[in-house]
């Protein structure tokens, strides 16, 4: 029974993008098992892809499929000061339009002036639609398993699984960001004079046992960047907010704050290092 | 703040923390205030790190000064920030500089204690803030070494972004000219190979604790030479 629902969960979810269809879709909806056996299947001698066998052998059992199923009745519950769901918040592919949404994030949103990153987008809406304050729970807390943040955030990735990275580069803005987001990868600073290409330059390095993937190997990459992920070491479903806050703090520069330029600049340039690789989502990572 | 604290007044400030965690968002995003398509991209990127209300930057830094005075770059940070390699001009400008900040003990180099330099040489703790923060007081910070080097393929699994060290002393031996050498290494690799991603540790550790890892890399008794 407990597989079955799991079984049942994508399923229901590739017949739901078909029966959407229609939509100029780089690509289809895919089972996220399937997209990391291909991406497996497709680079032998990856040493990132390939670190740890339990990975693919877990996945189909994802805890983090659970964290998704309670991301869904949170997205279509009316709750908040204004007895609101969420069905009218615009990813950027219009009202309540999920499919694909995720892996073409971030992007510019004229009712705000901003280019937003996924959650800082999903917060938002939060804000905006269902009348919560920036000190509420619901919305201050971003990280954990039982957070409304990364159970909205899981539920609503997983409806761009298997589909292209492909985010938003046309408007000024957004380009600028990009851009940004480069410099920002590449430039070194903290205590220890780290950038984040100390740690993601090569193939096949290892800070102590972890594998780190490259930047600039797409399908290494595409994984690297495929949060939310259920992190085993953390037993906790993880987002790209927390792994790059992570990072800020192994490579001892100040700590960065979510929903803020410079996260949103690094997301930028992560999904676009990514572009065209399928979304592993959500993925389930060491 | 958080220093210096008894357990408990521990806990209480722990909770501080969660509590500033959980609204550290940032409210002042001013993306809408400044027109971003009007500069380079980078100084998009310097005023994003210092105007934008990104980063916690009023954080007290350990090694004294602010989150902020730790995000301002130097000269070999800035003459480091591109992708790939340096090419021979910015090579010869690193080195210069790096030799210029270098400060070399004076007379002999002695080699410390091996067993706490593989202490040091294990430890991952220091300089961390944010989220949450090291706290010198309580803790050494150490070395972080292993993230990078196999120093004792007998221990737990060590990194490979740096050489390995294996058998360093044993294959290089320990004469004077060696121990200035490593000395040199360790507080400023950019003297050898500029650009290099190794921090800078002449200020991050002292004196005494670079002796202990000296002796875990020199030293014939040690593990790495045995």
């Known amino acids: 029974m407990f597989k079955k629902a799991l079984l049942a969960l994508p399923v229901a979810m590739a017949l739901g993008g078909l029966a959407a269809g229609g939509a100029a879709q780089a690509s289809e909806w895919q089972d996220p098992t399937d997209v990391l056996q291909k991406l497996l299947d497709n680079n032998p001698d990856s040493k990132y892809l390939h670190q740890s066998e339990q990975n693919i052998m877990m996945m189909p059992d994802n805890p983090a499929l659970w964290v998704a199923e309670d991301g869904e009745q949170l997205f279509y519950e009316e709750r908040g000061p204004n007895n609101a769901s969420l069905e009218s918040c615009d990813f950027g592919k219009g009202p309540g339009v999920l499919e694909g949404a995720y892996v073409e994030l971030p992007r510019y949103f004229e009712d705000t002036g901003k280019v937003m990153d996924f959650e800082h987008r999903l917060v938002h809406c939060m804000k905006e639609i269902q009348g919560f304050d920036a000190d509420d729970p619901e919305v201050a807390q971003r990280h954990g398993n039982d957070t409304d943040v990364m159970q909205l955030t899981t539920y609503i990735a997983m409806q761009s699984s298997g589909m292209e990275w492909q985010p938003a580069n046309e408007h000024p803005k957004e380009q600028a960001m990009l851009a940004a987001g480069e410099k920002l990868f590449f430039r070194r600073g903290g205590a220890m004079d780290f950038n984040c290409a100390s740690c993601h330059g090569e193939s096949g390095k290892r800070v102590r046992a972890s594998r780190l993937p490259k930047m600039r190997d797409s399908q290494e990459w595409t994984k690297a960047v495929s949060w939310p992920a259920h992190r085993a070491g953390h037993d906790n479903v993880r987002s790209q907010g927390h792994r790059i806050r992570g990072c800020a703090w192994q490579m001892r520069h100040a700590g960065i704050k979510p929903d803020s330029m410079a996260n949103t600049a690094l997301i930028a340039f992560w999904n676009e290092a990514a572009r065209g690789e399928p979304a592993v989502l959500p993925d389930l990572k060491r | 703040m958080f220093k210096k604290n008894t357990v408990a007044a521990g806990v209480a400030a722990f909770a501080t923390i969660a509590l500033a965690t959980g609204c550290a968002v940032a409210e002042g995003n001013k993306s809408d205030e400044v027109d971003i398509t009007a500069m380079s991209a980078e100084e998009l990127a310097e005023y994003i790190i210092f105007e934008s209300d990104s980063f916690r930057l009023e954080q007290e830094a350990q090694e004294g000064g602010t989150a902020r005075d730790r995000m301002v770059q130097d000269d070999l940070q800035k003459a480091c920030s591109f992708e790939g390699e340096p090419d021979g001009e ?122 202990h890892i000296m002796a875990y890399m020199l030293d014939p008794d040690s593990p790495v030479n045995n």
């Open chain 2, 90 to 211: 910015t090579a010869g400008e690193v080195v210069a500089m790096a030799r210029a900040e270098y400060e070399a003990p004076e007379g002999d180099i002695e080699l410390g204690d091996w067993e706490k330099g593989q202490e040091l040489a294990f430890s991952g703790y220091g300089y961390r803030i944010g989220h949450n923060n090291d706290d010198h007081g309580t803790r050494e910070p150490g070395g972080n070494c292993v993230n990078c080097h196999v120093f004792d393929p007998e221990g737990p699994t060590q990194g490979t972004i740096g050489p390995s060290l294996e058998g360093y002393g044993a294959t290089r031996g320990d004469s004077q000219e060696m121990r200035e050498y490593v000395h040199q290494v360790i507080s400023n690799p950019h003297q050898f190979f500029p650009c290099a991603q190794m921090p800078r540790f002449q200020g991050l550790l002292d004196e005494e604790q670079i002796s």
